[in-house]
């Protein structure tokens, strides 16, 4: 193989790690909350974690037709983690393994009672 040709295979792999890095790495997304009542507390940690850390709401609450954007630290890593949700009323609602590098955003609201979330 000559430089020129070992030179672009080079970037392109590099292009390839690099593009599949930043997909790794997107995990922020706006909760939309309509579940008729409003949410005190978020909270999400990695999949593979024994217990929630602390609340990342960063504001009061989220009223019921509010949103709120989550923003990840860039060092966190995996795709996979748990959301657990608490409203005013102190019930919580928690969705496991959920791919937040394939999400932009999560509805959450309740359907026949119970909690329901949607994603896109």
């Not at 969705?95 to 309740?110: G, P």
């Amino acid at each position: 193989m000559d430089v020129k040709r070992g030179a672009v295979v080079v970037s392109l792999v590099s292009l390839l790690c690099l593009t599949s890095s930043l997909a790794d790495g997107k995990k922020d997304f706006t909760l939309h909350n309509q579940t008729g009542k409003a949410i005190k507390e978020i909270f999400i940690e990695p999949s593979n974690s024994e217990r929630f850390g602390e609340d990342v709401m960063g504001k009061d609450v989220v009223a019921n037709g509010g949103s709120i954007h989550v923003t990840f630290h860039s060092a966190a890593s995996g795709n996979h983690w748990d959301l657990k949700v608490v409203f005013v009323d102190d019930t919580s609602t928690v969705w496991s393994n959920v791919d937040l590098s394939a999400i932009d955003e999560i509805t959450i609201s309740y359907k026949e009672g119970k909690p329901s979330a949607t994603w896109k």
